[in-house]
C-alpha cells in the first residue's frame, strides 16, 4: 500500500510540474507526454503588462488559485484577454505551483479623426466605429470600422465608397488614427425589372415598392438607395399586394440586385410567381371553448363568400373575434383560419376556428435595434407586459401600430421560451428611420387676399425619440403672412390619449374689398380612440379677430366689425372620425369621415352652435392602369344661440370646396358685393385620378378628372335700414375641370383648372388654382 501511495504522488507531482503553454493559437504540451485532466495553482503571475493593470489582467481569465482547471479553463482565457482589444499577443505557461501570463499591449489610440467625409458628419461616424480614443488600437477592430463606414455609406446610395487608414505613432505608446474616405459617387439603380409577371405590368408593380428607380429627384427622396433589408421589405410588400388582390397562391421565387462597377450602377431583377386568382368560399366558425358560441361572432367577419380573396380580410376577421373572445373572459383562446382551395372554381372556403391556446404568459419584452427611438414609445403600442396572459393577436396588433408609427425601416416581433414552459420573451427588432423633413409648399389663388403663396416647414414625427409630433411653419403671400406652431403628445399621462396644441396667426389684405383682418389664436385638443378605426377629439379654440378698413367703402356688418375690432371667439368642440384608408398618401381604398360641433359663447364675442360633416370614400375602379375613383361630401349648419351673428361666425367657403370659384366667391352677398358667408353649406365631388401616360409611374405624376356641386345659403347677420340681400337662397353652383397632381419632395402639389357650368351672375370665378394637395 505504502509503495501505490508513492507512485500516486510522484504521478501527481508530474502532473503538476508538467509545463502547459497557452497562445492565441491554441493549447500545447510543453513537457510529458500526458498531463493530468485537471490542475491547481497556488499564484497568478503577469508578465508584460504596463498600462494596463496586473488585476485587469487576473479579472480577465478564467483560472483562480487554489481550484482546479483544465486545458480548455486556458484557452478559454487567453481568448478573454484577446477579446478586451489590449493586447497584441497572449500567452499562458504553468510553471510550478504558478500560472504565468505573458501580454504584449496594444498602443492605446490617441485620436479618431475622419478625413474626405461631407456627406455623413464626423459624428455620425464617430457612433458608427468601435475605435475610440483613449482605447486600444486593434488592427482587427480597424478593419471592422472600415466595413461599418462602408456600409453607413452604402445605406445613403454610396457603394462606391473607399475607406483607408493613416497610423501616426506619437510618444509613449500611442497612436493617432485617421480614416480617410473618398465618397466617389452615388450608386444609382437605373433598372427594375419584374420576371413572371402576366397579370401586372412591371409599372404597377414599380408602384408598389419602395425602392425606386433613380431620376431627378432622387438625391432628394433617396428612394433610390440599395439596400438588401429594404428589398426584403419590397418583397413583403409584393406579397401582401398580391394577398390582397386574390392571388393566394403568389410568391417571390427570387430577388437580386448585380452592380455594375464600371458604371456605379444596380439593376434591381424580382422573379415572381402570380397564380390563379381566388374569390372567398363558404365562410363558416367553429368554437371548442366551453361558452363561446360560434354563432354570435358570424357578425364579426370581414371575408364573405363570392368577394375577391383578401388576406387583409382575414386579418381583420382574426383580429376582431380575438378581442371579442377576450373581452369575454378568454385571454388565452386562439383564433386559426383554416383554407381549403378549390382548384376548379378558384374560390377558398375559410373556416375561423376558436380553441384554448397554450397558457403561456409574457416574461418580458425585449427591445432591440433601436438607437434613437426610446424602449417605453415601443412597449406603449402593446395591449400586454410582463406577467400578461400572452394572445398573439396582440402581438400581431401591436407590429401594425408599430409599421404605422413611420418611424421605424423594418419591425420584426419574434417570441422565445422563457423561464418556465409557461413563459414566453417577446423579442422585438426594430430600425430606426429618418422622422424629420423640412418642407416648401407653394399655391397660387387668384381671389382676395390671394396671388402666389409659399409656405416653408419644418417637422418632426420623433422628437428626441420619445414618439413626440412638432411643426413649425410659416407662409408668405402677396397679401398674407401665416404663421403655425403644433404640437402632439400622443401618449397623455400615460394613456393613449393625443394630446397637444395648436398656435396660429395671419394676417392678410384684401385691397379689392377695402378692409384687412389679422387673427390669432390657440386651440387645446386631446384624442381618443374608440376603437382600431374610429376616434374621438375634444378640443378648446381660442381666437381673437382684428379688422381695419374705410367704413364708407363697406356695407354695415363689416362696418360694425370694423368698429367693434378687436373681437374675440372661445369655443369647444368635439369630433368623431373614422378611417379606413389603406394608405394616407395614396389611398386606393377606405373611408375618411368625420362629425363635428362646436359651441361659443364661453366668453368672448361670439355666440353659436356648428354642425358639421364631411366624408370621402376611394375606390380602385381600375387596378392594372391604377385608376383611384372617389366620392366626397361635406355639409354644415349654423344656429346662433344669442341675437344675431357677425360675419366672420357664418360658413364661408373657398376655392378647396367647389373648385372653380374664388375664396368667398360663392353664397350670400351685399349688393355692393360684400361676401357675408352663409348658415348651411351642402358640397359633393366625384374624382378620378390616374398616372399620366408616358412618364414612369415612380416620377410619382398622376391626372385627375373632377366634377364639383354645392351651395352656400342663409343669412343671419343684420344689415343696415336700405341695404339688401342676395343669393341666400340654395341654388346650386357646380363646375368640371381637370387636375395635375405631383407627389414630389417638397411636399404633395396640386394644379386643378376648372370651369363653373351652374353658377349666378354675381358669383367670382377662379378657373385656376395652384396649391398642396390634401385628403379632404
Known amino acids: 500500500m505504502k509503495a501505490g501511495s508513492r507512485f500516486l504522488n510522484a504521478v501527481s507531482a508530474f502532473a503538476l510540474s508538467a509545463s502547459m503553454v497557452a497562445t492565441g493559437t491554441g493549447v500545447g504540451l510543453v513537457a510529458g507526454t500526458s498531463v493530468a485532466q485537471a490542475a491547481v495553482i497556488n499564484r497568478v503571475e503577469v508578465r508584460g503588462a504596463t498600462r494596463v493593470s496586473a488585476e485587469t489582467v487576473r479579472a480577465n481569465i478564467t483560472i483562480v488559485p487554489g481550484k482546479s482547471f483544465s486545458n480548455a479553463d486556458i484557452d478559454a482565457s487567453v481568448k478573454r484577454l484577446y477579446a478586451t482589444g489590449y493586447f497584441s499577443d497572449v500567452s499562458i505557461t504553468v510553471s510550478g505551483g504558478s500560472l504565468v501570463v505573458s501580454v504584449s499591449e496594444n498602443q492605446l489610440v490617441n485620436q479618431v479623426v475622419f478625413n474626405g467625409n461631407r456627406k455623413i458628419k464626423d459624428d455620425k461616424l464617430q457612433g458608427v466605429v468601435r475605435t475610440q ?50 465618397e466617389g459617387e452615388r450608386t444609382k439603380i437605373t433598372q427594375i425589372n419584374f420576371v413572371g409577371n402576366e397579370v401586372y405590368s412591371d409599372g404597377r408593380l414599380q408602384s408598389v415598392i419602395a425602392t425606386k428607380e433613380s431620376g431627378i429627384f432622387s438625391f432628394l427622396t433617396r428612394k433610390d438607395v440599395y439596400n438588401p433589408d429594404k428589398l426584403r421589405a419590397d418583397e413583403e410588400l409584393l406579397r401582401q399586394f398580391y394577398y390582397n388582390r386574390g392571388y ?9 440586385a448585380a452592380l455594375n462597377e464600371a458604371t456605379n450602377e444596380y439593376t434591381v431583377t424580382i422573379t415572381i410567381e402570380e397564380g390563379p386568382r381566388y374569390d372567398f368560399g363558404p365562410v363558416n366558425i367553429e368554437s371548442t371553448v366551453e361558452g363561446i358560441d360560434a354563432e354570435e361572432l358570424r357578425g364579426l367577419v370581414q371575408s364573405r363568400e363570392g368577394t375577391v380573396y383578401k388576406a387583409k380580410d382575414i386579418q381583420s376577421t382574426m383580429s376582431e373575434i380575438s378581442k371579442r ?9 386562439r383564433v386559426t383560419p383554416r383554407g381549403n382551395r378549390d382548384l376548379a372554381n378558384h374560390t377558398i372556403a375559410v373556416d375561423y376556428l376558436v380553441d384554448q391556446g397554450e397558457r403561456a404568459y409574457v416574461e418580458r419584452i425585449e427591445i432591440r435595434g433601436n438607437t434613437r427611438t426610446r424602449d417605453y414609445v415601443i412597449r406603449r403600442e402593446f395591449d400586454v407586459g410582463e406577467g400578461d396572459a400572452f394572445n398573439q393577436e396582440m402581438v400581431a396588433r401591436a407590429k401594425r401600430r408599430l409599421e404605422a408609427l413611420g418611424y421605424f425601416s423594418s419591425v420584426n416581433i419574434s417570441t422565445q421560451p422563457g423561464s418556465a414552459a409557461d413563459r414566453v420573451v417577446i423579442v422585438v427588432d426594430v430600425q430606426d428611420q429618418s422622422t424629420g423633413s423640412f418642407g416648401i409648399g407653394a399655391g397660387y389663388s387668384a381671389g382676395d387676399g390671394g396671388g402666389f403663396l409659399v409656405e416653408a416647414s419644418i417637422e418632426e414625427k420623433n422628437f428626441l425619440g420619445r414618439g413626440q409630433y412638432i411643426r413649425l411653419a410659416a407662409g408668405k403671400g402677396e397679401d398674407s403672412q401665416t404663421y403655425n406652431v403644433s404640437f402632439t403628445e400622443p401618449y397623455f399621462l400615460g394613456y393613449r390619449l393625443a394630446a397637444g396644441f395648436d398656435l ?17 389664436g390657440f386651440s387645446l385638443r386631446v384624442t381618443a380612440p374608440i376603437t382600431e378605426n374610429l376616434s374621438t377629439t375634444l378640443r378648446y379654440n381660442y381666437t381673437e379677430l382684428e379688422y381695419f378698413g374705410d367704413r364708407d367703402e363697406l356695407s354695415s356688418p363689416y362696418d360694425r366689425v370694423i368698429d367693434g375690432s378687436p373681437w374675440t371667439r372661445s369655443s369647444i368642440s368635439q369630433s368623431i372620425t373614422y378611417n379606413t384608408l389603406d394608405d394616407a398618401q395614396l389611398p386606393h381604398e377606405g373611408i375618411l369621415a368625420s362629425v363635428t360641433q362646436e359651441f361659443a359663447g364661453l366668453g368672448g364675442t361670439s355666440d353659436f352652435y356648428k354642425l358639421t360633416g364631411k ?60 361676401a357675408l358667408g352663409g348658415t348651411t353649406y351642402f358640397t359633393a365631388s366625384a374624382e378620378a385620378t390616374f398616372p399620366l401616360p408616358g412618364l414612369p409611374r415612380d416620377s410619382g405624376f398622376r391626372g385627375a378628372l373632377f366634377v364639383d356641386a354645392g351651395t352656400l345659403y342663409g343669412n343671419d347677420v343684420e344689415i343696415g335700414p336700405g341695404e339688401s340681400v342676395r343669393g341666400d337662397n340654395a341654388s346650386l353652383r357646380a363646375s368640371v375641370g381637370v387636375s395635375l397632381i405631383w407627389a414630389s419632395p417638397f411636399g404633395p402639389l396640386r394644379v386643378d383648372y376648372a370651369v363653373p357650368v351652374a353658377k349666378e351672375d354675381f358669383d367670382e370665378v377662379q378657373n385656376f388654382k395652384f396649391g398642396i394637395n390634401s385628403s379632404f
Do not use: C
Not at 393566394?248 to 437580386?256: C, G, K, M, R
Open 248 to 256: 393566394a397562391d403568389f410568391q417571390v421565387v427570387s430577388s437580386e
Open 325 to 333: 373572445v377576450a373581452s369575454e373572459g378568454y385571454p388565452f383562446a
Open 133 to 182: 480614443p483613449l482605447g486600444p488600437y486593434s488592427e482587427a477592430t480597424v478593419e471592422t470600422d472600415i466595413q461599418a463606414i462602408r456600409d453607413a455609406y452604402a445605406a445613403i446610395g454610396r457603394s462606391d465608397v473607399t475607406v483607408t487608414t493613416q497610423v501616426v505613432p506619437i510618444a509613449e505608446g500611442r497612436v493617432n488614427l485617421a480614416f480617410v474616405i473618398n
Open 615 to 674: 366624408a370621402k370614400w376611394y375606390y380602385t375602379l381600375h387596378d392594372e392602369a391604377d385608376i383611384i375613383g372617389s366620392l366626397s361630401g361635406s355639409a354644415g349648419h349654423l344656429f346662433e344661440t344669442s341675437g344675431s351673428l357677425e360675419v366672420f361666425d357664418q360658413f364661408q367657403l373657398n376655392s378647396n370646396d367647389i373648385r372653380g370659384f374664388e375664396r368667398n366667391g360663392l353664397g350670400p352677398r351685399m349688393n355692393n358685393g360684400d
Open 504 to 520: 396660429f396667426k395671419n394676417e392678410n389684405d384684401f385691397d379689392d374689398d377695402n378692409y384687412s383682418y389679422n387673427d390669432q
